[in-house]
C-alpha cells in the first residue's frame, strides 16, 4: 500500500526520491507525487497514474533541486484516484507538505472544525485534514513544528506514517508512524526515510525502524531524535545493521519480479532450512522454537491467523500439525478473528503468519491474542517487521526481498518452516514413528531438487496457459494436503490474470460447483499420488463426464490421469505431505503465463497492495 520516501542530507534529494519510488512500486500504488524543497521555494508534483508518468510530468516542468525532498505513491483509501487526492498535502498556509500512509479515522470531525475556523480543503483525503490540524496547533498554540505534530497525533484516531517538513525549517523532516511501517536509514550527515528499507539500500544499511507511537526529528548533519507521541519520553534509537542488498531487489535478468521469484524457490527454500535441518543427524532445531516447545505441547490448541497467501499456509500447516504432532488447529483469517470475540486463553498458541510482517488485520489479531494472554509466535519474511516485533517468538523465513505483489517464494518458505516446526513438535510429542520423521528430514532436504524439477515443465505450462488463456472462467480442485494448493492456485490466477477462478475441495464438486461444468470450464486439478489418488480419479472422470477441460497436475510416470486429462503438468514423486511445496509451482506458472499473454502488469496487479497496511 502507499509508500513513502523523504530525504535530507548534502544530495540532490530528487533522483533519490524518484527512484525510491520506482522501488516501493510494487506495494500497489494508483497515484504519485513529490515535494522537494530547496531552502526557498517548494516544488510539487504529483499526478494520478504511475511513477513513470510523474517523471513524465516533471522533467522539464518542474526545477527539481534541492536537498530535502519526500515522495508518496498513494493506494487510494479516502477520496478516488485522481491528481488532487494524490500525495504529497500542502496546508492552508502552504507551509507544511506531508504524505501519509494510513487512515485517520476521525477525520471528519476534525475537518469539520477546521472548516469551522476558516481552513479551507482542496482534497477528499483524511490526510490534508492532518496537516492542517498540525498547522492549526503549530499557529494557535505557538510551538515548534514537531510538537505540533505530537499534540496532532495524540487527538487522532487511526494508522499512519507520516512525513513532513516545514518551508520554515530546510534541514528537518519529522516522521511517525501507527500501525504503518517507516524506515529511517542512517547516512554520514544524511538520512533517507520510506516504508521498507529498499529506497535506501545503496546509501546505508543503518536502519532504525519506528516502532508504534514513536516520532521522530531528521536534521540534516544531527543525531536522530526519537520520542514517544503520547508522553515525549526520548527513546534511544536501535539501530540494525540490515544484510539486504541491491542484487536482492533487482530482476536480475528476469523479466518479472514474479517469475525471478518462481525460478528462486529452489535456493530460498534451502536458505530457509539452512542450518535449521540437519538431516543426517535427525535434528531439526529453530532457535526460535526451542524455549518454548512445551507451550505448544501444552496447548489445548493452535490457533493461525493470516491472510491471503499466508492463509494458505497456515491451511497447508493444518493439515500437518494435526496429522504429525496431533495438535488440534484453527486457521483463522486475521480479519475475521479480531472482529469476533474469539474464546482464546492463556493456555492458547497463535501462530501469525506474514510476508510483509506489516498486515494490519494480522497485526491486530495478534494483539487480541496478547491481550487475552495467549502466546503468539510469529512466520515472518521481513526481518524487523512490525509483526516479528509484536510477537513473543518466531522464525523467519528466508525468503529474501519479495516484490511481485503475488506471492510465490513467500508461500512456500512459509510451508518449509511451518513443516520443521511440525516435525518438531512430533518428535517432542513423540507422535510421529522415527522412521516418518527420518524420511520427512531427508525428503524436506531434497525438496530444491524436486522444485528444481518442476520448474523444468515450464515450457510445457506455457503452451497449455496459450490454450486457456481467454477462459472467463477456472476451477481448481484439490484434496487433502492439496486442498489449500488448489485455493492458491485459484488466488494467483485471480490476482494477475483478472480470470475469475475458484478454488475447491475436489469432493465439494457435487455440492455446487459441478453446476458451473461445461466444455468451456478448464479444471485444474491436483492429482498426484496420495490416499485420495483415486477419488480424484473418480472426480475428474466426473468432470468429463459434463465436458469440462481437465489440466491435471501429476506424479510423474502417472499413466491413469495422463489418460483422463486433456493436459497434464508434471511433478517429482515426494512424500504426500511434501506436495504443497512441488504441487503449487505449476499453478504459479501456469497464472504467471495466462497474465502475461492477457498483457497485465504482473508485477503490480490493478488494486491490490503487497503490503496491506489498512484494514
Ligand atoms: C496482500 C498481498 C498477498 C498476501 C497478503 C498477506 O493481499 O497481495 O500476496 O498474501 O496481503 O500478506 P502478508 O504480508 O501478511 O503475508
Not at 300 to 323: K, M, N, Q
Not at 351 to 367: F, R, V
Not at 424 to 435: M, P, Y
Not at 495 to 511: D, L, V
Request: aromatic share 8%.
Amino acid at each position: 500500500m502507499c509508500g513513502i520516501v523523504g530525504y535530507v542530507g548534502p544530495r540532490e534529494a530528487y533522483p533519490i526520491i524518484l527512484n525510491g519510488l520506482k522501488r516501493l512500486e510494487y506495494r500497489g500504488y494508483d497515484s504519485a507525487g513529490v515535494a522537494i524543497f530547496d531552502g526557498s521555494e517548494i516544488q510539487l508534483c504529483k499526478t494520478k497514474g504511475k511513477v513513470s508518468d510523474l517523471e513524465a510530468k516533471i522533467e522539464g516542468n518542474i526545477q527539481t533541486n534541492g536537498q530535502l525532498g519526500i515522495g508518496h505513491t498513494r493506494w487510494a483509501t479516502h477520496g478516488v484516484p485522481n491528481d488532487v487526492n494524490s500525495h504529497p498535502h500542502y496546508s492552508n498556509s502552504g507551509d507544511l507538505v506531508i504524505i501519509h500512509n494510513g487512515i485517520i479515522e476521525n477525520y471528519a470531525t476534525i475537518k469539520k472544525e477546521l472548516i469551522n475556523r476558516g481552513y479551507t480543503f482542496q482534497s477528499d483525503t483524511d490526510t490534508e485534514v492532518l496537516v492542517n490540524l498540525i498547522e492549526d496547533i503549530k499557529i494557535k498554540e505557538g510551538v515548534k513544528l514537531g510538537k505540533a505534530v505530537q499534540i496532532a497525533l495524540n487527538q487522532v484516531v487511526g494508522a499512519y506514517a507520516i512525513a513532513l517538513f516545514d518551508r520554515q525549517k530546510p534541514d528537518e523532516i519529522v516522521v511517525a508512524r501507527l500501525g504503518s511501517p517507516l524506515a529511517i536509514g542512517i547516512g554520514d550527515d544524511e538520512f533517507f526515510v520510506a516504508s521498507d528499507a529498499t529506497p535506501f539500500i545503496e546509501f546505508t544499511n543503518k536502519t532504525v525502524y519506528l516502532k508504534d507511537e514513536e516520532m521522530a526529528i531528521i536534521k540534516a548533519g544531527r543525531d536522530v531524535k526519537i520520542r514517544k507521541i503520547k508522553d515525549d519520553t526520548l527513546v534511544d534509537p536501535y539501530i540494525q545493521e540490515l544484510q539486504l542488498n541491491l542484487e536482492q531487489i533487482e530482476k536480475g535478468g528476469y523479466e518479472h519480479f514474479m517469475l525471478k521469484e518462481i525460478y528462486e524457490q529452489p535456493q530460498v527454500i534451502k536458505d530457509t532450512y539452512r542450518g535449521r535441518l540437519l538431516a543426517d543427524q535427525g535434528i531439526i532445531k529453530l532457535g526460535g522454537l526451542e524455549d518454548h516447545i512445551h507451550r505448544f505441547i501444552n496447548a489445548p490448541r493452535v490457533t493461525i491467523v493470516a491472510c491471503g497467501t499466508s492463509w494458505h499456509a497456515g491451511l497447508v500447516a493444518e493439515y500437518i500439525f494435526e496429522d504429525w504432532a496431533r495438535i488440534p488447529v484453527e486457521v483463522e483469517y486475521a480479519s475475521e478473528f479480531r472482529y469476533r470475540n474469539p474464546v482464546i486463553s492463556e493456555k492458547d498458541v497463535i501462530i501469525a503468519i506474514s510476508q510483509s510482517g506489516e498486515t494490519a488485520d494480522t497485526l491486530a489479531a495478534i494483539k487480541l491474542a496478547k491481550q487475552r494472554g495467549a502466546f503468539v509466535y510469529g512466520v515472518c519474511n521481513v526481518v524487523g517487521s512490525s509483526i516479528s516485533r509484536e510477537t513473543d517468538s518466531g522464525s523467519y523465513t528466508h525468503a529474501g526481498p519479495e516484490i511481485g505483489v503475488a506471492s510465490t517464494k513467500a508461500f512456500t518458505t512459509q510451508i518449509t518452516v511451518l513443516t520443521m516446526i511440525a516435525l518438531r513438535l512430533a518428535q517432542a510429542k513423540g507422535t510421529i514413528s522415527t522412521r516418518d520423521y527420518m524420511l520427512h528430514l531427508r525428503e524436506l532436504e531434497l525438496v530444491p531438487t524436486y522444485v528444481s524439477e518442476a520448474l523444468e515443465g515450464d515450457g510445457k505450462i506455457q503452451e497449455i496457459a496459450n490454450v486457456f488463456k481467454d477462459a472467463a472462467n477456472f476451477l481448481y480442485l484439490g484434496r487433502g494436503y492439496n486442498f489449500p494448493v488448489a485455493l492458491e492456485g485459484a488466488l494467483k490466477l485471480k490476482e494477475i490474470s483478472y480470470i475469475h477462478a475458484e478454488g475447491y475441495p475436489a469432493a465439494e464438486m457435487k455440492h455446487g460447483p459441478i453446476a458451473l461444468i461445461d466444455e468451456q470450464m478448464p479444471v485444474v486439478v491436483i492429482a498426484v499420488n496420495s490416499n485420495h489418488y483415486e477419488k480424484v480419479v473418480s472426480n475428474i472422470e466426473e468432470i468429463k463426464a459434463r465436458k469440462g477441460k481437465i489440466i491435471a497436475v501429476v506424479t510423474e510416470g502417472d499413466t491413469t490421469v495422463k489418460e483422463l486429462a486433456d493436459y497434464i503438468m508434471e511433478v517429482p514423486q515426494i512424500p504426500e505431505a511434501l506436495t504443497p511445496l512441488v504441487t503449487t509451482i505449476p499453478l504459479q506458472l501456469l497464472s504467471y503465463h495466462i497474465a502475461l499473454m492477457l498483457g497485465r502488469n504482473v508485477d503490480q496487479p490493478r488494486n491490490l497492495a503487497k503490503s496491506v497496511t489498512v484494514e
